[in-house]
Protein backbone atom coordinates (compact mmCIF):
# COMPACT_ATOMS: atom_id res chain seq x y z
CA UNK A 1 0.00 0.00 0.00
CA UNK A 2 1.23 3.17 -1.02
CA UNK A 3 2.55 5.81 2.24
CA UNK A 4 3.87 9.05 2.39
CA UNK A 5 7.63 9.10 3.66
CA UNK A 6 9.43 12.00 4.90
CA UNK A 7 12.88 12.61 5.38
CA UNK A 8 15.06 13.18 7.66
CA UNK A 9 12.98 11.44 10.39
CA UNK A 10 15.43 13.41 12.94
CA UNK A 11 16.73 16.35 12.47
CA UNK A 12 18.94 19.04 14.64
CA UNK A 13 19.96 22.12 14.10
CA UNK A 14 21.32 25.13 15.33
CA UNK A 15 19.13 28.37 16.21
CA UNK A 16 19.29 30.85 13.16
CA UNK A 17 20.04 28.06 10.28
CA UNK A 18 18.33 27.16 7.91
CA UNK A 19 16.15 23.63 7.53
CA UNK A 20 14.39 21.55 4.58
CA UNK A 21 12.40 18.97 5.78
CA UNK A 22 11.06 16.89 2.66
CA UNK A 23 8.13 14.86 2.06
CA UNK A 24 7.23 12.48 -0.64
CA UNK A 25 3.51 11.93 -1.18
CA UNK A 26 1.71 9.45 -2.62
CA UNK A 27 1.75 9.72 -6.08
CA UNK A 28 -1.97 10.64 -7.75
CA UNK A 29 -2.40 12.87 -4.69
CA UNK A 30 -3.31 16.46 -5.33
CA UNK A 31 -3.39 17.91 -2.13
CA UNK A 32 -0.43 18.50 0.22
CA UNK A 33 -0.41 19.82 4.04
CA UNK A 34 2.44 20.74 6.36
CA UNK A 35 1.41 20.10 10.49
CA UNK A 36 3.37 20.52 13.56
CA UNK A 37 2.91 19.51 16.62
CA UNK A 38 5.16 20.50 19.75
CA UNK A 39 5.37 18.49 22.52
CA UNK A 40 2.51 17.82 24.53
CA UNK A 41 0.84 20.03 22.40
CA UNK A 42 -2.27 20.08 19.81
CA UNK A 43 -0.92 18.87 16.41
CA UNK A 44 -1.38 22.29 14.23
CA UNK A 45 -2.01 23.11 10.75
CA UNK A 46 0.67 24.79 9.29
CA UNK A 47 -0.23 25.05 5.35
CA UNK A 48 -1.83 23.67 2.73
CA UNK A 49 -0.78 23.10 -1.33
CA UNK A 50 -2.11 22.32 -4.83
CA UNK A 51 -1.91 23.37 -7.87
CA UNK A 52 1.71 24.31 -7.39
CA UNK A 53 0.61 27.47 -5.06
CA UNK A 54 -0.48 27.58 -1.14
CA UNK A 55 -3.78 27.45 -0.72
CA UNK A 56 -4.28 28.28 2.88
CA UNK A 57 -1.83 28.83 5.72
CA UNK A 58 -2.19 29.54 9.10
CA UNK A 59 -0.64 32.58 11.42
CA UNK A 60 2.30 30.36 12.39
CA UNK A 61 3.40 30.07 8.36
CA UNK A 62 4.95 33.35 8.50
CA UNK A 63 7.78 34.50 6.43
CA UNK A 64 9.92 32.20 7.55
CA UNK A 65 8.50 29.38 5.97
CA UNK A 66 8.17 28.29 2.56
CA UNK A 67 7.03 25.43 0.68
CA UNK A 68 7.22 23.55 -2.73
CA UNK A 69 7.26 21.56 -5.00
CA UNK A 70 10.05 21.30 -7.05
CA UNK A 71 10.30 17.83 -8.85
CA UNK A 72 6.62 16.63 -9.07
CA UNK A 73 7.51 14.60 -6.46
CA UNK A 74 8.74 15.87 -3.65
CA UNK A 75 7.37 18.18 -1.15
CA UNK A 76 9.35 20.59 1.11
CA UNK A 77 8.83 22.68 3.74
CA UNK A 78 11.81 24.99 4.41
CA UNK A 79 12.30 27.22 7.49
CA UNK A 80 14.99 30.01 6.84
CA UNK A 81 16.42 31.07 10.24
CA UNK A 82 15.22 28.51 12.96
CA UNK A 83 13.93 29.77 16.46
CA UNK A 84 14.13 27.63 19.34
CA UNK A 85 10.38 27.49 18.94
CA UNK A 86 10.43 25.88 15.85
CA UNK A 87 11.23 22.24 17.83
CA UNK A 88 8.26 20.03 16.95
CA UNK A 89 7.88 17.51 15.36
CA UNK A 90 6.50 18.22 11.29
CA UNK A 91 3.89 15.70 9.28
CA UNK A 92 3.66 15.45 6.01
CA UNK A 93 -0.02 15.10 4.07
CA UNK A 94 -1.53 14.29 0.93
CA UNK A 95 -4.86 13.85 -0.30
CA UNK A 96 -6.71 13.12 -3.40
CA UNK A 97 -10.46 14.67 -3.33
CA UNK A 98 -11.36 18.60 -1.82
CA UNK A 99 -14.74 19.31 -0.78
CA UNK A 100 -15.34 16.67 1.00
CA UNK A 101 -14.34 13.64 3.56
CA UNK A 102 -11.01 12.71 1.97
CA UNK A 103 -8.79 10.81 3.95
CA UNK A 104 -5.15 12.44 4.16
CA UNK A 105 -2.56 9.97 4.29
CA UNK A 106 0.01 11.50 6.66
CA UNK A 107 3.76 10.22 7.38
CA UNK A 108 5.91 9.69 10.34
CA UNK A 109 6.79 12.79 11.18
CA UNK A 110 10.35 14.50 11.13
CA UNK A 111 11.19 15.38 14.68
CA UNK A 112 12.87 18.89 14.47
CA UNK A 113 15.53 19.80 17.61
CA UNK A 114 16.71 23.75 17.31
CA UNK A 115 19.29 24.11 19.86
CA UNK B 1 -12.50 29.01 15.44
CA UNK B 2 -12.95 25.85 15.93
CA UNK B 3 -11.21 23.60 18.86
CA UNK B 4 -10.85 20.11 19.48
CA UNK B 5 -10.10 18.73 23.11
CA UNK B 6 -8.93 16.09 24.23
CA UNK B 7 -8.86 15.73 28.19
CA UNK B 8 -7.01 12.51 28.62
CA UNK B 9 -3.41 12.53 27.95
CA UNK B 10 -2.66 9.02 28.47
CA UNK B 11 -4.83 5.85 29.32
CA UNK B 12 -4.14 1.90 30.07
CA UNK B 13 -6.28 -0.86 29.45
CA UNK B 14 -5.94 -4.51 29.94
CA UNK B 15 -5.74 -6.78 26.64
CA UNK B 16 -9.51 -7.79 25.73
CA UNK B 17 -10.98 -5.23 27.70
CA UNK B 18 -12.93 -2.09 26.20
CA UNK B 19 -12.06 1.58 26.65
CA UNK B 20 -13.34 4.64 26.03
CA UNK B 21 -11.52 7.85 24.71
CA UNK B 22 -12.97 11.12 24.98
CA UNK B 23 -13.40 14.22 22.60
CA UNK B 24 -14.82 17.45 22.88
CA UNK B 25 -14.64 19.89 20.37
CA UNK B 26 -16.11 23.35 19.86
CA UNK B 27 -18.00 24.51 16.77
CA UNK B 28 -20.19 27.35 15.59
CA UNK B 29 -20.53 25.03 12.20
CA UNK B 30 -23.59 22.56 11.58
CA UNK B 31 -22.35 20.78 8.83
CA UNK B 32 -18.66 19.21 9.34
CA UNK B 33 -16.76 15.54 10.14
CA UNK B 34 -14.87 14.17 13.03
CA UNK B 35 -12.31 11.34 12.98
CA UNK B 36 -10.52 9.47 14.70
CA UNK B 37 -6.43 9.17 13.77
CA UNK B 38 -4.56 6.33 15.23
CA UNK B 39 -0.34 6.85 15.46
CA UNK B 40 1.71 3.15 16.53
CA UNK B 41 5.35 4.03 17.89
CA UNK B 42 7.29 5.42 15.25
CA UNK B 43 4.79 5.03 12.45
CA UNK B 44 2.08 7.26 10.10
CA UNK B 45 -0.93 8.35 11.58
CA UNK B 46 -3.75 5.90 10.35
CA UNK B 47 -7.73 6.67 10.10
CA UNK B 48 -9.48 4.85 12.65
CA UNK B 49 -12.70 5.79 11.87
CA UNK B 50 -14.51 8.92 11.09
CA UNK B 51 -18.16 10.52 11.41
CA UNK B 52 -20.21 12.75 9.28
CA UNK B 53 -22.28 15.10 11.67
CA UNK B 54 -25.14 15.05 9.43
CA UNK B 55 -25.68 11.48 10.01
CA UNK B 56 -27.65 10.51 13.46
CA UNK B 57 -26.11 6.53 13.60
CA UNK B 58 -22.97 6.26 15.12
CA UNK B 59 -20.08 4.83 13.30
CA UNK B 60 -18.68 1.80 13.55
CA UNK B 61 -15.87 -0.09 12.01
CA UNK B 62 -14.69 -3.38 13.66
CA UNK B 63 -13.97 -3.37 17.46
CA UNK B 64 -13.79 0.40 16.72
CA UNK B 65 -17.65 2.60 17.92
CA UNK B 66 -17.79 5.93 18.32
CA UNK B 67 -20.33 8.15 20.74
CA UNK B 68 -21.04 10.96 18.77
CA UNK B 69 -23.06 13.35 20.85
CA UNK B 70 -24.05 16.59 18.25
CA UNK B 71 -25.88 18.46 20.82
CA UNK B 72 -23.37 18.16 23.59
CA UNK B 73 -20.24 18.46 20.79
CA UNK B 74 -18.70 14.97 21.70
CA UNK B 75 -16.88 12.89 19.79
CA UNK B 76 -15.95 9.63 21.91
CA UNK B 77 -14.06 6.30 20.86
CA UNK B 78 -14.90 3.17 22.01
CA UNK B 79 -12.30 -0.01 21.64
CA UNK B 80 -14.16 -3.25 22.03
CA UNK B 81 -11.57 -6.58 23.31
CA UNK B 82 -8.44 -4.26 22.67
CA UNK B 83 -5.64 -5.87 21.96
CA UNK B 84 -1.56 -5.06 22.27
CA UNK B 85 -1.77 -3.77 18.52
CA UNK B 86 -3.82 -0.67 19.84
CA UNK B 87 -0.99 0.56 21.66
CA UNK B 88 -0.39 4.07 20.35
CA UNK B 89 -1.17 7.60 20.61
CA UNK B 90 -5.31 8.74 19.51
CA UNK B 91 -5.78 11.75 17.71
CA UNK B 92 -9.48 13.37 17.61
CA UNK B 93 -9.92 15.77 14.46
CA UNK B 94 -12.33 18.04 12.90
CA UNK B 95 -13.30 19.14 9.41
CA UNK B 96 -15.41 21.60 8.69
CA UNK B 97 -17.73 20.21 5.52
CA UNK B 98 -16.93 22.55 2.16
CA UNK B 99 -13.87 23.69 3.72
CA UNK B 100 -12.30 22.24 -0.26
CA UNK B 101 -8.60 21.95 1.21
CA UNK B 102 -9.75 19.59 4.19
CA UNK B 103 -7.69 21.25 6.92
CA UNK B 104 -7.79 19.42 10.05
CA UNK B 105 -7.89 20.78 13.76
CA UNK B 106 -6.65 18.08 15.30
CA UNK B 107 -6.66 17.53 19.92
CA UNK B 108 -3.44 16.92 21.64
CA UNK B 109 -3.65 13.19 21.61
CA UNK B 110 -4.29 10.19 24.11
CA UNK B 111 -1.71 7.90 24.78
CA UNK B 112 -3.07 4.59 24.74
CA UNK B 113 -1.39 1.37 26.66
CA UNK B 114 -3.16 -2.36 26.08
CA UNK B 115 -1.45 -4.06 28.92
CA UNK B 116 -1.06 -8.03 28.40
Known amino acids: EPEVTQTPSHQVTQMGQEVILRCVPISNHLYFYWYRQILGQKVEFLVS????????KSEIFDDQFSVERPDGSNFTLKIRSTKLEDSAMYFC?????????????FGPGTRLTVL | AQTVTQSQPEMSVQEAETVTLSCTYDTSENNYYLFWYKQPPSRQMILVIRQEAYKQQNATENRFSVNFQKAAKSFSLKISDSQLGDTAMYFCAFMKQGDNFNKFYFGSGTKLNVKP
Open chain 1, 49 to 56: FYNNEISE
Open chain 1, 93 to 105: ASGRIAGGPTEQF
